[in-house]
């Protein structure tokens, strides 16, 4: 069965979302930001759930919250920390063609702004760095396709993202 769904996984300010709604006005389909549905299931902000619940509380949430997706001909754009849920990927890359938007940790750092008010899920005296570097491998293993961006603009990251998918369901590819 072919996987009616795209979902796009890389760094927080790595253009999940820019990318996402772009792509899916592209190629028609829907664009779901799970932040968005986390905190419509929730009626919380993300900070306040990591406020409130702490790291492994919002984890457990987001987790979920990705496992129950039901979606089709959908771009999804989880949230940077998704990658930790083993239930949420698991029913992802059974649902969808998983895409790592690549960044250098240089121009992560250059995008970023206030992490708090991002919601980035960062535990107490991690520092971005190790955090580009603990993810960095779980991005790697879950991609189905790996684009790298640094240096591309988002019209262009589309453009090649578009291709590489066109490519993939002419010849019927759906895994690695």
């Not at 549905?37 to 919380?44: A, C, D, N």
């Not at 369901?169 to 759906?174: E, L």
Request: with cysteine; glycine share 10%.
């Amino acid at each position: 069965m072919k996987k009616a769904n795209i979902t796009l996984i890389g760094m927080p300010a790595s253009g999940k979302s820019t990318i996402g709604v772009l792509l899916a006005k592209r190629i028609g389909y829907s664009f779901v930001d799970v932040d968005l549905v986390i905190q419509e299931q929730t009626g919380r902000l993300l900070k306040e759930i990591i406020a409130d619940r702490g790291m492994e509380g919002f984890l457990r949430v987001e987790d979920a919250v990705n496992a129950s997706l039901d979606v089709r001909r959908s771009v999804i754009a989880p949230g940077g920390s998704v990658i930790y849920g083993a239930a949420a990927m698991a029913h992802l890359k059974e649902i969808s063609t998983v895409v790592y938007l690549k960044l250098t940790f240089e121009e992560v750092e250059r995008r970023l702004g206030d992490l708090t008010d991002r919601g980035v899920a960062l535990r107490d005296g991690m520092s971005l760095r190790e955090l580009y570097e603990e993810r960095v491998p779980l991005y790697e293993r879950y991609a189905d396709i790996t684009v790298e961006e640094t240096g591309e603009n988002p019209g262009r990251t589309v453009d090649c993202l578009r291709s590489i998918m066109e490519k993939r369901i002419a010849a019927g590819i759906q895994e690695k």
